[in-house]
């Protein structure tokens, strides 16, 4: 497919492909995030901090669409970045492996819900976004055929870890661990401002 790129894909994932195919419980990865403790009777803003994120934390709010000042990021918001971040990247790792360059990528990602559920107006109406929708804007460096753009972008669908997440659903389990409050430790990094 295409022209020539760096390889830099091949060269961090054969050893990877490797391991993984000699020992599957390698290949085991987790993610995750938690709250900062933001109790200060402000119900419409609050922070995460990703795992694996050494920064500040991320600073949220909530949808005016259901009574919040939309002033920050919203957890919707952050669902559609997760996206975007996950397919642009996929979709330049895909290329990259392909050798494949690509002059210019851009990822959009929009979402669709009718907040009539969480607000628990209609029982008819499913709590959640009731459709996403991906527009990938690409330029290749050089002539690439378009059935070639056509195959990248599908083999990327198809190794989008969250969009294969979000289109087959996953099993959430949530558990609730009541405590003492006196033994609740401030938030690492202070509390959002």
Known sequence: MGTTTTGLVKQRQAPLRNL??????EARIFDGA??????AGDPFHGAVVPNHWSGKPLRFGIHRAVGGDHDLPN??????????????ATIRMIAD???VQLASLQVRVAAECDVRGCLMLDPAVPVGF??????????????????????????????????????GGVTVLTEIEAIDASAILPAESGPPA
């Not at 993984?20 to 419980?25: D, G, M, Q, S, W």
């Not at 938690?34 to 109790?39: E, F, G, I, P």
């Not at 330029?139 to 990248?152: I, K, W």
């Open 20 to 25: 993984y195919a000699k020992l599957p419980a």
């Open 34 to 39: 938690r709250t900062a403790n933001a109790c």
């Open 75 to 88: 957890p919707g918001d952050l669902l559609c970045t997760a996206l975007a971040a996950c397919l642009d």
């Open 97 to 99: 492996h392909f050798g």
């Open 130 to 167: 009731q459709r996403l929708h991906c527009n990938v804007r690409l330029a290749p460096d050089g002539d690439v055929d378009r059935d070639d753009l056509h195959g990248l972008l599908a083999a990327a669908e198809k190794c989008c870890v969250v969009m294969q997440t979000l289109r």
